[in-house]
């Protein structure tokens, strides 16, 4: 790390920086300017982290040279984590992007779920999603089925050989969600739940971790290192919008760039969740071909097979006739990037 003192620094604030941080088995060089000093130390920052120095007397500012997510860096593994599952899905590196497409919340009608995975299935999706553990900003609205939707979910994964994806809000639901549930998602609102981090770090089911509602993209990375510090490296990444001060037209602010920008720096997959992203079905389309087109290795869809009667997030659902012809188009599209 590179540490920059306070212009006018006094020498014994310097030393003091110095020998501590060579008592802690760092290599320490530096420049002691008219103006500036600059402190170059070489050693191990999961004893002595940035914070720690930055909390000295005159010193103005500590600078990394490596990102902090260390595990989830291409500094430390520069081939594209792959995750694959035992029907030869495979999500990342130069895989055909994935399609994760079904209902925000799995509702009281196993027929209507069927329906939805049916449209999935045929459209060529991989991934059947439904929330079962809902975090709903207002303890009015609908909470989530429980295990009910989760077994919904499974007959549904039967009945046509899609992968389930829910999300896990607490530690305590892990045991049914490894009865039932192929992969788990981790929502926005939970990016920062250490706890449940940790958690589904230590089992072995590939994790969606959604992006956390203002989070940047380092926190959004060193989230994910969080899962994989304990233990588990199967963690796609996901870009669901973030928020910003212009909500007159969208839900969120899809940010784009995040998908090439975590792709330079990260091995992890990502992939584009659109719906969460825009809050609007129109712009599902043309958002989830954006994130195709800058990288992401999936599209995550709501679909609901009656929107306007949906438990949740009915206007950013596509009906089922329409996500078929967006399947159509999406589908050609992904054909195309794979040429490109
Ligand atoms: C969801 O996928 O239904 C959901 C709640 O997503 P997010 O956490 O991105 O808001
Ligand atoms: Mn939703």
């Known amino acids: ?4 003192m306070e212009t006018g620094a006094r020498s014994e604030q310097t030393q003091r920086v110095i020998d501590f941080l060579e008592n802690n088995g760092f290599k320490v060089r530096y420049n002691i300017g008219e103006v500036h000093t600059v402190i170059d130390a070489l050693g191990d920052k999961t004893t002595i982290t940035p914070g720690r120095i930055a909390a000295f007397d ?8 490596r990102e902090p997510f260390r595990l989830a860096s291409r500094d430390r593994k520069n081939e594209d984590t792959v995750i694959e599952f035992e029907n030869g899905v495979k999500i990342g590196g130069n895989n055909k992007p994935v399609v994760i497409a079904g209902p925000c919340s799995v509702e009281d009608s196993y027929d209507a779920l069927l329906e939805v995975a049916n449209a999935v299935k045929e459209s060529g999706g991989q991934f059947l999603r439904g929330g079962a553990f809902k975090p709903r900003t207002s303890p009015y609205d609908f909470q989530g089925y429980e295990e009910k939707a989760l077994k919904y979910l499974k007959n549904a994964s039967e009945a046509t050989g899609l992968l389930t994806v829910s999300e896990i809000m607490d530690a305590t639901e892990l045991p049914l969600m490894m009865d039932y549930i192929d992969v788990l998602q981790i929502g926005a609102r939970n ?4 706890k449940l981090l940790k958690a589904v770090g230590q089992c072995n089911k590939p994790v969606i971790l959604k992006r956390g509602l203002a989070s940047t993209i380092r926190e959004f990375l060193l989230a994910a290192e969080h899962i994989m510090y304990n233990g588990n490296n199967k963690v796609i990444l996901c870009e669901r919008g973030i928020r910003s001060f212009d909500s007159d037209f969208t839900r969120n602010v899809m940010d784009i760039a995040s998908i090439p920008v975590i792709r330079k720096y990260s091995h992890l997959p990502i992939i584009v969740d659109p719906s969460h992203g825009t809050g609007q079905r129109y712009l599902i389309e043309p958002m989830a071909k954006a994130g195709l087109v800058v990288g992401a290795s999936g599209v995550m869809i709501e679909v609901h097979n009656d929107p306007e009667n949906a438990l949740s997030d009915g206007k950013q659902s596509l009906p089922i006739p329409m996500f078929k012809d967006v399947m159509g188009r999406l589908n050609k599209f992904m054909e195309n990037i794979e040429n490109m």
């Open 1 to 4: 790390m590179i540490i920059i």
């Open 58 to 65: 005159g010193v103005k500012e500590v600078k990394l040279i």
């Open 191 to 194: 990016m920062q739940n250490f």
